[in-house]
């Protein structure tokens, strides 16, 4: 339920999309209509209704500011638990190669373990064709076999692209263990927004679609997906990237949605799957998005929302006298 402060903002924002001139058209209606339809001037003491105006306004500052640190310092615990998080899985990785690598070569068997092998390799030795010819075909025979097994298992499956995942007709996709990102490009003939578009996200299901057209892409995900750290973003005015993480890390997918066609997740290269090498524009999109999930599940403005600030901005610029620093609305 709407707290009362928030009651009007309905009508108030309508009021404000109908105001061309920004923030100082919003004021002056409101003012117009005390003069017009109130005694708010003429009612009051000399001076009582000036001061009545600044009260509120120095009121409502001190709260933004407030707000204002509150946000910053909320968003800086997001971006330091995000690299908490990816420090603890590039340790683990680096934990697990290690281990990997000291692991011993050489084993040294006990008598017992010494005198079966001893055993096995009389056998073998008793069982192996004393005919030249066959022994060179055996290894060439295994080879053909492995090469038939791998080409029957990898039948039907695509490629993988160079950011491990699929480039599609409507979209592609790239992936980490632990992550999923989805490009999907619109042809429109305007800016696109996120009021043009029905972006779905839910823990195994999936859908996109520009509002009054067929989705683009809808389906059931190939498996669990951590929704409450989903996000999208709108790049270039054309093209809606979303994030997605995966439940089960440590796990390639070979589809988005269980309808596209798969991978063949053998093929894919791992040197490609870590967030920690991609490139700075990139790492900070990402924690942009997972600012703006943050800043969604508090009930605070996006990155988005505060772009709508840039009406009042363009306003100030107009009118360098005028100090208007501490006024904004959302």
């Known amino acids: 339920m709407a707290s009362e402060e928030e009651k009007y903002d309905g009508v108030l924002l309508a009021m404000a999309q109908q105001h061309e001139g920004g923030v100082q058209q919003l004021i002056d209606t409101f003012f117009s209509f005390l003069r017009r339809k109130t005694d708010f001037y003429q009612g009051a003491l000399q001076g009582q209704a000036e001061q009545l105006v600044m009260d509120s306004f120095r009121r409502h500052q001190t709260q933004a500011m ?133 972006v779905e996200v839910h823990k195994r299901r999936l859908k996109v679609q520009l509002k009054g057209h067929d989705p683009v892409i809808e389906g059931e995900l190939y ?38 066609p798969e991978i063949n997740t053998k093929k894919v290269n791992p040197e490609n799957s870590k967030l920690s090498d991609l490139d700075g524009e990139t790492r900070s999109m990402v924690e942009k998005m997972m600012y703006d999930q943050r800043q969604k599940e508090m009930g605070l403005p996006t990155s988005e929302d505060q772009k709508k600030q840039d009406m009042l901005q363009k306003f100030m610029g107009q009118h360098p006298e005028m100090d208007f620093s501490k006024v904004k609305f959302s």
């Open 66 to 198: 407030a707000d204002k640190v509150k946000k910053e310092a909320e968003a800086e615990a997001a971006k330091k638990a995000k690299e908490e998080r990816k420090a603890k899985e590039a340790a683990k990785e680096a934990s697990k190669k290690a281990a990997a690598e000291n692991e011993p070569r050489i084993k040294e068997l006990t008598d017992e373990e010494a005198e079966k092998l001893q055993e096995e390799i009389d056998q073998k030795d008793d069982s192996t064709p004393s005919d030249e010819t066959a022994k060179d075909t055996k290894p060439t025979e295994k080879k053909e076999s492995d090469d038939e097994s791998e080409d029957e298992d990898a039948k039907g499956k695509i490629k993988p692209n160079v950011g491990n995942g699929a480039d599609l007709p409507n979209y592609k996709w790239t992936q980490t263990l632990s992550d999923i990102e989805l490009h999907i490009p619109f042809q429109v003939d305007f800016p696109l927004k996120g009021k043009h578009l029905n």
């Open 223 to 260: 498996n669990d997906i951590k929704v409450e750290e989903t996000s999208w973003v709108i790049q270039d005015k054309k093209v809606v990237v979303i994030f997605l993480e995966k439940i089960k890390d440590m796990e390639w997918w070979s589809r988005i949605v269980t309808t596209d």
